[in-house]
């Protein structure tokens, strides 16, 4: 199992806790990004810097990914692609997404997509607060203990 992070709006608490857990467990971890990406020095940590453009990050993530392996991303579309190639994808407030909750996930995404090309304001989300980053370090160390125990 790898995990693979989806860097460029990941938010730097998130990273912190990824880079210890990373460290703790010994699973390889990549980062990746249209910008270079500063990692602590680690066997376990690496980053790649991939071109400009739309999606480029997401579809290098979704080329390299092998089933079974963990994708830290908020990008619905790319997790949805994560989970149908037999991956798992988990977004930085600890939400993991499976196949059944994914359509809902996306459908909402859609929703507000088309409110917002109306004219609709429909903000952004909450800051990220102590409690979602509880929930990320929580879910994450869940999913690695079931996970990379069956190694």
Not at 48 to 68: P, T
Request: hydrophobic share 45%; aromatic share 6%; proline share 5%.
């Amino acid at each position: 199992m790898k995990i693979w992070v989806d860097a460029d709006a990941c938010p730097s608490v998130i990273k912190e806790i990824l880079f210890r857990a990373a460290e703790r467990v010994g699973v390889p971890m990549t980062l990746v990004a249209n910008q270079p990406m500063k990692t602590p020095p680690s066997q376990w940590i690496d980053s790649l810097r991939v071109g400009q453009g739309f999606d480029v990050a997401d579809n290098e993530i979704v080329r390299r990914l092998n089933a079974g392996d963990l994708v830290i991303t908020a990008d619905i579309p790319l997790a949805a692609e994560v989970i149908e190639k037999g991956g798992h994808a988990l977004n930085p407030r600890g939400e993991l997404y499976t196949t059944q909750n994914i359509k809902a996930r996306l459908n909402m995404r859609d929703f507000m997509e088309n409110l917002r090309a109306s004219g609709v304001h429909t903000g952004g989300p909450a800051a990220l607060n102590q409690n979602d980053r509880k929930a990320f370090a929580d879910s994450l160390d869940r999913f690695l203990a079931k996970h990379v125990s069956a190694k």
